[in-house]
């Protein structure tokens, strides 16, 4: 079945920029998504990028994709303390369920 | 303001006892999902309806669970009887289909703790 895989963990400087990564195994992904998690709270939807784009920007976000390594990244520009939170990578179930699959989820933490 | 409503926030039951979680979706999403989150296994589908009907229920325990949506407006997980394994966060989520996918929108999640 799909795939999908981030880095666990990763720890920056406020004011310095954050990438983190996913990478899939289904490409037949319309969307892929990135969703922000808050201690205590819900998903939610942070930004997404169409499939036939290989770049997103939205104000201090970046999203790179490259669909022949499969490879999804969020780039965070000035990262603040507000930004830490859990980030998760989804991308669209083949067979066109509609359904999302999810990476495990990258902890950011953001130090002063 | 519309949001996924998710009831309870929190609740801690024995072992052995029904729990209910409800969901109300935001109106005019025609799709629910059933997530739940732990920290072994990350964020899994349970289920998911689309126009109230289960569209994929894989991911659930049938022996235990059962999700069903009553009505357009709400959505029920149930858990009988519950064991302690079971404790985690239950999200629901609601969208509309686009592209042969959903952007799900997610509630604030109960988090059931099962003693």
């Known amino acids: 079945g799909e795939d999908v895989e981030q880095s666990l963990f990763l720890s920056v400087r406020e004011g310095d920029s954050s990438v983190i990564n996913c990478t899939y195994t289904d490409s037949s992904s319309t969307y892929l998504y990135w969703y922000k998690q808050e201690p205590g709270a819900g998903l939610q939807l942070l930004t997404y990028?169409?499939?036939?784009?290989d770049m997103k920007q939205d104000q201090r976000l970046t999203v790179l994709l490259n669909k022949k390594d499969k490879h999804l990244s969020l780039r965070i520009a000035d990262t603040q303390t507000g930004d830490s939170a859990i980030y998760f990578c989804?991308?669209?179930?083949?067979?066109?369920?509609?359904?999302?699959?999810f990476g495990q989820g990258t902890t950011l933490q953001v130090k002063p | 303001d519309a949001r996924v409503t998710q009831t309870p926030r929190h609740k801690v039951t024995e072992m052995g006892q029904e729990v209910t979680m409800r969901c109300q979706p935001i109106l005019g999403h025609n799709t629910v999902f059933w997530y739940r989150q732990t920290m072994m296994q990350g964020l899994e589908l349970l289920a998911y309806?689309?126009?109230?009907?289960?569209?994929?229920d894989s991911g659930m325990p049938k022996d235990r669970f059962s999700a069903e949506m009553p009505d357009a407006t709400l959505a029920t997980l149930k858990i009988q009887p519950s064991e302690p394994r079971d404790s985690a966060v239950y999200f629901c989520?609601?969208?509309?289909?686009?592209?042969?996918?959903?952007?799900?929108?997610f509630g604030q999640g109960t988090r059931l703790t099962v003693v």
């Open positions: 989804a991308v669209g179930s083949s067979g066109n369920t509609g359904k999302l699959i």
């Open positions: 990028i169409f499939s036939n784009m």
């Open positions: 989520a609601s969208g509309l289909p686009r592209g042969g996918e959903t952007e799900a929108f």
């Open positions: 309806f689309r126009n109230r009907a289960p569209l994929d």
